[in-house]
Each structure stands twice: as C-alpha cells, then as structure tokens.
C-alpha cells in the first residue's frame, strides 16, 4: 500500500495538451504557432488554385517560391490567420457568448472543406459574368457561416476581416506589389471580400476548437488541486 502511494503520477494528457502545461500565455503560443501553420498551408494550397487559373499574376522579380508565389504571402497568411483564430474565442469570452454550435472536429474539418471548396468554385468554375460569380460566391460564404458558425460575433468579424483583407490587398495592388490579371473592381477582383469572410469564419472555427483544449486541461487541474 505504501508502495503505491509513493509512485509518482503521470500527467495526464489532454488532446494536443499535456495537463503540467496550464499557464494562459504558454497555451496562447501553442495555439497561435498552430494556427500560423494552418494558414501557410491554407495559403499554398489556395494559392496554387488561383495560379492555375491565371487570377493571380505576380512579378517575374518576386516569383521565389516553388509555388510561383511571392515568399512573404504564404508568412502573412499564416500570421492573418493566428490573429483570426486567437480573435474570435477572444471576442466569445468578451461578449460572454461561448460558442457552443456544433462544436467538434469533425465540424471543423468539414468548415474547412467547404472554404476550400468555396475557393475552388472561384478558380475553376465558368460564370457568365463577374456578377454572377460574386453572387453565388456571398450565398456560398453566408450559407458556410450559417451551417458551421451562426453566432453574431463571428458573422460580425467576418465582415470586418473581409473589409480590412479587401483593402490591404487594393492598396498592395494599387501600389504595384502584385496584380490581378482582370480586374473587375479598384484594381481588385469584386468577389475577394466573399473569400476573405469565409476564410475567416473558417479560421475562427479552429481557433474556437482549439482553445475549447486549454478550458479542459485548466479545468483539469482545477478539479486535482
């Protein structure tokens, strides 16, 4: 008997957490490093898209990554989408609205497809005319916050995110950091606040899963205390 008491316990681990790591400032880097990889991933990927349909045209002189894209997009994406995906569990705690709707991986992964989908649709899908591709592309964007978001604040960052995405990539367009190859509206395609809200829906809904872990592992250690 006394030997049992005297053995050490193991910590016990807790999705991507291990319980000894409980400190808010240590989980806020693990998440946010997460996040960062899942948007340069995110961003090649969707990159390569946009490139096979000739929608994006970069400079001949900043043509530096196997992915023909400009080295620092792929870093800024990853960085957008940490902000993004810290932002959002953020604000939830902030409004004291946790977001409960249907909140699993599986979810998750599903929010994923379908943004890539989204993107997709606007890369190799014929439309009539701009108009109707950006029409189709809302319904798409609304229809993804509603099926795996619904709450308010997410739909009000979203609109936020796609403002401030859209016109930082006017004013990289503007100032001749790289271009469209037929753009439809100020220098930019009319269609791209549809992309950025859904990729910020979509990059919130990680953010949320991933810090629904550091609840748990400090609710653990609550409970052994």
């Known amino acids: 008997m006394a030997e049992k008491d005297a053995m050490p316990t193991l910590p016990k681990k807790c999705g991507p957490y291990i319980s000894s790591v409980t400190s808010r400032g240590m989980n806020l880097v693990i998440r946010g490093v997460v996040l960062f990889f899942i948007g340069v991933f995110l961003a090649l990927v969707l990159n390569l898209l946009q490139i096979q349909r000739n929608v994006t045209l970069f400079p001949p002189d900043v043509i530096t990554s196997i992915f023909s894209s400009a080295w620092w997009v792929p870093p800024c994406c990853g960085t957008a989408s940490a902000v993004i995906g810290l932002l959002y569990p953020c604000m939830d705690r902030h409004l004291g609205e946790p977001h409960k709707f249907k909140r ?4 998750v992964m599903r929010c ?3 943004f890539v989908g989204i993107n997709h649709a606007s ?5 009539a005319n701009n108009i109707q591709l950006s029409l189709t592309l809302a319904a798409l964007s609304i229809g993804l916050w509603w099926t795996f978001d619904r709450s308010r604040s997410g739909f009000g960052l979203g609109v936020g995110i796609a403002f401030l995405a ?3 990539s006017q ?10 190859t037929s753009p439809d509206f100020l220098y930019v395609r009319s269609w791209l606040p549809c992309i950025f809200f ?3 829906i979509t990059m919130g809904n990680i953010g949320r899963q991933l810090a629904m872990y550091e609840c748990k ?3 653990e250690k609550s409970h052994e205390d």
């Open 104 to 107: 699993e991986w599986s979810s």
């Open 112 to 114: 994923v497809a379908v």
């Open 123 to 127: 890369a190799k899908v014929d439309f």
């Open 166 to 168: 859209t016109l930082v």
């Open 171 to 180: 004013l990289l367009v503007y100032n001749g950091v790289y271009q469209y």
């Open 198 to 200: 859904a990729g910020g």
């Open 217 to 219: 592992v400090i609710a």
